[in-house]
Each structure stands twice: as C-alpha cells, then as structure tokens.
C-alpha cells in the first residue's frame, strides 16, 4: 500500500540532467513540496547537475523557488578537477539524528572510505573562491539567454525533433529517422568529437553544458559545429 505512512522521502532532480534536459512543468516542484509537507514526507534535491550555477542561480531550489529539507552535490563543486559531494539538510533533521545517537558519538556521521579526503576538499575551497572572486554564478545567469538564442537557431534543422533548455544546459534531440532508440544519438556524439566538439548523448538527445567561463564567441563556436555535423544527419 503506497501513502504517506510507507513513503520516507521523494527524491527528485529540480531540473532532469542526464535524462536530457527536462525542465520541469510550471508548479510541479511546488506541488510536490505541498505533497511531502502534508504527508510528513522528506523532500530531497538531487542538485549534482543543478547546483552550483548551472540553472543561472546558485542551485536549482533558489531557481524555484521550493527549499528541499535535505540538498545533495557534487560536479561543480570542484569542477570536475577532484571528486567530491556533498549533502546539507535542515536543522531539525541533523538533531533528529544527532540526539538518538551516541552521547559522544560523531554527529552526522558519514562513514566512507574517503571521506573528507584533503585533495577533493582542498579543490572544493578553492573553488567556492573562485565561485565568489569571478562572479561564475552571475556570469552564468547573464550568458544563459544568449545560450538559449544560439541553441535553438539550430531548430530548423530536418533532423531535429526538439530543443529543451534551462539556465546553461539544454538538449537537442535528434528524430530517429528508422534507426533503434539512441543509435543516431551515439552517431552525432561520435561525428562531433571527430569535429573537436566533446558533448554527451542521452538518447538520441545531444546535452550541451558549457562552461560559466564560456563567452560568446564559445557559444558560436558551439552551435556552429553542432549545424555543420547535423546538417549531414
């Protein structure tokens, strides 16, 4: 029996990454934290593709606007250089465990092999340094409309189907044209690295999510090669 007796928590992306590019439908967000507050139901981000500037906003939450009760991260976090995640939650949460634990037990234990590995955590620092010092977040925030423009001017091509976007990510999904689901896909990424273009396919579902860095003379670049490739497709 599915209720709110039998379920611990909703685990969701605020905007799917990997599934290519699905933002989500106007309120849905809101309507799901409006659902776990009236069922005693956690609430948790999954912001590993989200987080850290990539929706023009420091994580996905802030974009919608809905606080989750508990925030995973990673990616951006450092950039990719060290890996590393994290994991926040509310207050209340964190002494929910902390006072059923140990009277002097570690607090929020989180018990893993690397844990707080000095190599990841240092990349993290400076990171966030870098975050602050050159503004990515709000460079991300300003770029974003003109990475919207570029990518859907290739909406014209015959072998494109649809084009999603949100803040600096976005999809271009590719018809199938008879083939199996995800081949044309694969044959696009494969054609575009050839083309010095390194880019991930869902699918049949070319993911673009260039750089806080990136200017526009990077965006052109882009989209200009994706035009030359699937102008062939």
């Known amino acids: 029996m599915v209720g709110g ?13 990997s599934f290519g590019c699905l933002p989500p439908p106007k309120g849905y967000l809101d309507r799901i934290r409006e659902i776990c507050d009236a069922n005693g139901i956690l609430l948790v981000f999954d912001e590993v593709i989200t987080g850290w500037g990539r929706m023009g906003a420091p994580f996905g939450a802030q974009k919608f606007g809905v ?13 990719g250089a060290q890996p590393l995640g994290a994991v926040v939650a509310r207050q209340d949460i964190y002494d929910t465990i902390t006072d059923a634990g140990p009277a002097k037990g570690i607090e929020f234990f989180h018990g893993y092999t690397y844990s707080a590995h000095p190599a990841s955590c240092a990349a993290g620092l400076a990171m966030m340094d870098l975050f602050e010092k050159e503004d990515l ?6 770029m974003a409309p003109y990475f919207e423009q570029a990518v859907h001017s290739l909406r014209d091509l015959p072998c494109v189907v649809d084009i999603r976007n949100i803040g600096m990510m976005a999809a271009v999904e590719l018809s199938t044209a008879g083939q199996n689901p995800g081949a044309r896909g694969h044959e696009a990424q494969k054609a575009l690295y050839d083309a010095n273009l390194n880019l991930k396919s869902t699918g ?21 090669t994706i035009r030359k490739v699937l102008s062939k497709f």
């Open 204 to 224: 049949d579902s070319l993911i673009l999510a260039p750089p806080f860095i990136a200017e526009k003379a990077h965006i052109d670049r882009i989209t200009d």
């Open 5 to 17: 007796d039998n379920i611990a928590a909703v685990f969701v992306e605020p905007a799917a990454g």
């Open 67 to 79: 606080t989750p009760d508990i925030m995973t991260m990673a990616k951006a976090i450092t950039n």
């Open 137 to 142: 977040i709000g460079r991300s925030a300003a």
